[in-house]
Structure formats: C-alpha cells, structure tokens
C-alpha cells in the first residue's frame, strides 16, 4: 500500500432474503475506517424503486444520519481512527414485486483519497414475492 492511501470498506446485510409485499426489511450496514490514517467517512445508500425509506439509525453520536427523497447520507462529525467502525441500519418497506437490489458506497472525505475502490461499495438483494408465496403446496390426485 502507498503511504498516500486512505482505506474505507462497508458490508451490508438484509435481515433476511425474500419478503412479503409491504413487509419491512432491515439492512445493516458496517462501515469502517480501515486506515493508515484517522479519517471522516459518508456513507450513502439510493433505496431503489421498490423500496420506501421507513427510519435510519447509527450506533455512534458522533455520526449523524438523514434522508430526502429515498436518498440516506450519513457522515461523521470527526475523524474516525484507523479501524473504527460505524454500523447503520436502515429499515425500509417492500412495495415491488420482485428482485430488488439495493447498494451502499462509502468515501473517505478529508486529504487522502481512498483509491482501492473495489471494497467502498456492496448490494444487498432481496426477493419480493406474493404473500403466502414461499410456501410449497402439494396436490397429489388419487386414481381409482
């Protein structure tokens, strides 16, 4: 690694994968100064279609969270020391059908520019099915 380089990474879960239509999902997102330096991250996260934003929290106070037009933009008041880690979770509620993918991306926003960009993003897919969907039924006809 150049001694120049920042280096932020985020994972991000849903509490599960396939959901009802209008039922809540829950994504957490783990995102984490992995240093060499101390550095102030944002973390945005675009709900997609299919999903509408419900509430967001973090568990630091001194990272602040807020939302407009599905649109969540967190970011740190201070700088976060090399290996600290914020974790958001966002709730939203299903209104599709369907596959929906929903991605989080990270940026180090101070001097030293993150360039190993392969890790500063991560999506999340849920299936959105009818409800009572997921469960198999068995017909079985008798001959006589």
Not at 26 to 44: F, L, M, Q, W
Not at 65 to 74: A, G, K, L, P, W
Request: hydrophobic share 35%.
């Amino acid at each position: 690694m150049r001694t120049d380089e920042q280096i932020c990474t985020l994972k991000k879960d849903a509490n599960k994968h396939n959901f009802a239509f209008a039922e809540t999902v829950t994504y957490s997102i783990y995102a984490k100064n992995r240093g060499p330096y101390d550095s102030k991250i944002k973390v945005v996260d675009a709900l997609p279609a299919g999903l509408i934003f419900f509430s967001v929290s973090d568990n630091k106070s001194s990272f602040h969270c807020s939302e407009s037009s599905n649109i969540i933009t967190c970011k740190g008041n201070r700088k976060f020391a090399k290996d600290e880690q914020v974790i958001i979770t966002v709730e939203a509620i299903v209104i599709e059908e369907g596959t929906i993918d929903n991605t989080a991306v990270i940026s180090s926003y101070n001097n030293i520019p993150d360039t190993i960009l392969w890790n500063n993003h991560n999506t999340r897919s849920i299936y959105v099915g009818v409800p009572g969907g997921y469960e198999s039924v068995t017909i079985k006809k008798n001959s006589r």
